[in-house]
Nanobody, 122 residues
């Protein structure tokens, strides 16, 4: 199983980025995928999650109204549209997968991709 995150970069505060997570190696119809982030000196935290089968989504309070998670079944790809970015959103963003119905947590995911750096300048 491979999860490949991409789309990070440097953006000014108030700007937007779209992250992609390409999934391969298995079908994910029984999985939920999520975006996590980790800033320097901080613990990894869940940003948003989506159930692959029905697209139901979860958002951490600190991104509600700014970020949108989605998936494209045909492309086996998950996205994170990030708008109104703030300097505190600066972190390495990771995508990960876990069996549907499982609690999403940094220690509980089954598969991880390598991260992509997001830097928001003030």
């Amino acid at each position: 199983v491979q999860l490949q995150a991409s789309g990070g970069g440097l953006v000014q505060a108030g700007g937007s980025l779209r992250l992609s997570c390409a999934a391969s190696g298995r079908t994910f119809s029984n999985y939920a995928l999520g975006w996590f982030r980790q800033a320097p000196g901080k613990e990894r935290e869940l940003v948003a999650g989506i159930t692959w089968s029905d697209g139901s989504a979860y958002y951490a309070d600190f991104v509600k109204g700014r970020f949108t998670i989605s998936r494209d079944n045909a492309k086996n790809t998950m996205y994170l549209q990030m708008n109104s970015l703030k300097p505190e959103d600066t972190a390495v963003y990771y995508c990960a997968a876990v069996m549907s119905g499982s609690y999403m947590s940094p220690s509980g995911m089954d598969y991880w991709g390598k991260g992509t750096q997001v830097t928001v300048s003030s």
